[in-house]
């Protein structure tokens, strides 16, 4: 079992169920024997997926959203870990959700889902599918400053670190109010309710690593995959959803989203969010054990 204390949550997040309880920064819902693994992004928190956490606790499941390793706390704790500690932090929470769940599935925001692929390749008997929220290969959205896509040239660490990575408005939000309160935690100084305001590019380069490394290993991902991404993404643009759609072994689908900017689990289409996860995840998890999967990608439907 996944023990509970009581640890602060903040309320950025529009919408909450009372049941839940935290792990350090972590969101925890005990429900039924299908569980959902959740993974925030690089620099962000669990709030990014509480809710989509809260509307599956709704439906029934059990839901562990974990804090990655150097996440929430300061920036030298950020600074001082790998895509290895991140992965390993992801890793720890798919083997303890498994405990408890029959069948799992691991989705994940922007880095999240590319730490989703790499649990999906790594453990093919345990994840039985992926959720990919805007998911980020490259930094190549309309809000990303033209010297941020010559980060590619730094081939070096410590040279990253020289560079940093700031937050800047529309901070991944479309819609005005809630742009504003994420913009109030990010500068409150505090990076459990949003994230740091600004990181060195050491973290960046370290997930370009992790990019590198599950690129490698897409055509061996065979679990059916939902990626849910938007047109307007202003930090990744559609070009990495397609890439997924193209190279994924397995089954795909793909939603884009009309109205809403990269942070799509907190932004004005979250219900949309929700509602494809749940139907996604209980149309397979209807499906026959054994039962083979077809190969077949879906071309882009708007939502």
Known sequence: MIEKDSTHMSSVEPDGVAAAT???RG??????????LLIHGLSGTPVELRYIANGLARAGHTVYCPQLAGHCGTLDELTATTWHDWYDSAEVALKRL????????VGGLSMGAILALRLAAQHPDTVKGTMLYAPTLWLDGWGVPWYGRLFRIVLQKVVANQIWFSERSPYGIKDQRLRAIIAEAIHSGDPSKAGFLSIPGG???ELRKLVKTVKADLASITQPALILHPREDDRASLRNAHHLEWNLGGRVETVVLEDSYHVITLDRQRDVVLEKTISFAEALAGRSVGEPEERSVRPIAAA
């Open 203 to 205: 973290p960046m380069f």
């Open 27 to 36: 969101v925890y819902h005990d429900g039924g024997k299908t569980g959902f």
């Open 98 to 105: 498994s405990e408890r769940c029959d069948q799992v599935f």
């Open 22 to 24: 935290t792990e350090d």
